[in-house]
């Protein structure tokens, strides 16, 4: 079981025991690939964990990118969160249907905003539903709450930047996706991209760093499988998935560790296999 840390990760007895507290938010960020077969938002209708609000990643995103789901403007994401009742003071805690999939790209998002109080159900919805707690299939009447934010430029990272540290060799690139993807041997789910991996990149698949019923391994575990895959702790850390979901999933366990030089790629392989210009590798790392 993880040890509660309402700025990380949370237990499903810490939640449970914290149900009714008026400054608690709850969000459920479940997002899933086509090729998962699920509709996270069906799923949320149907049954959700009491007072969790729906946090739409697809939509609350910048409208403007060509690529999916990027960091929203400051300005959106404020006026969504308002509207979902969710602002200053409040302790947020957010899972997913999956287990913990892509919550940890919220926890993230929200700390890229200068929103520190929020944590990651630990096992998620499943682990919520497999101990028999309570649900509701009706959403929670919302009232605005006034929400400041103050963005953190430190926890992103753009193409750019990870081409020069790519070249430099000064951070780790940690990339998150399954080794048959990341060795492009495997076909990416969106079209139109090449196999392979960014050069000087270290593939650590985002499951080595859960346990099998999808809560976050212990910290001693999860720095043995930063090790195992090569990863020098020592050195700020970048990063990287398909499109910047599960890669949430390795900052939310450099935070469990304690590293907090860490950033996220957040066009991740759907920018980085799109352009032609850029060098790729393949293969084992």
Request: hydrophobic share 40%; charged share 25%; glycine share 10%.
């Amino acid at each position: 079981m993880a040890t509660d840390d309402p700025k990380t990760l949370v237990s499903t007895d810490w939640l449970a025991a914290h149900l009714s507290d008026p400054d608690l938010r709850i969000l459920d960020a479940s997002w899933y690939l086509p090729d998962m077969g699920r509709d996270a938002r069906a799923e949320y209708q149907a049954a959700h964990i009491p007072g969790a609000r729906f946090f739409d990643i697809d939509e609350i995103s910048d409208a403007r990118s060509e690529l999916p789901h990027m960091v929203p403007p400051p300005e959106k994401f404020i006026s969504r969160l308002r509207k979902m009742g969710v602002g200053d003071g409040h302790q947020v805690v957010v899972y997913d249907g999956a287990g913990l999939f892509s919550a940890a790209r919220v926890w993230w998002l929200f700390r890229l905003f200068g929103k520190t109080d929020i944590a990651v159900l630990d096992g998620g919805f499943p682990k919520w539903q497999a101990e028999g707690r309570p649900e509701e299939d009706m959403p929670p009447l919302t009232r605005d709450r006034h929400m400041t934010v103050s963005l953190q430029n430190h926890l992103v990272r753009d193409v750019t930047q990870v081409a020069a540290a790519a070249k430099l060799g000064d951070h780790e690139i940690v990339d998150v996706r399954s080794p048959g993807r990341f060795e492009g041997a495997e076909p990416e789910p969106r079209a139109g991209l090449r196999g392979g991996h960014i050069p000087g990149a270290k593939n650590l698949h985002y499951r080595a760093l859960l346990n099998g019923d999808g809560t976050m391994k212990d910290p001693e575990a999860l720095r043995a499988a930063f090790e195992a895959t090569g990863v020098d702790l020592s050195k700020p850390v970048i990063t990287s998935c398909g499109s910047g979901v599960t890669a949430a999933i390795a900052n939310l366990a450099l935070a469990r560790l304690g590293h907090d030089r860490h950033a996220l790629y957040d066009g991740s392989w759907a920018e980085w296999g799109m352009y032609d210009d850029l060098p790729i590798a393949t293969g084992k790392a």
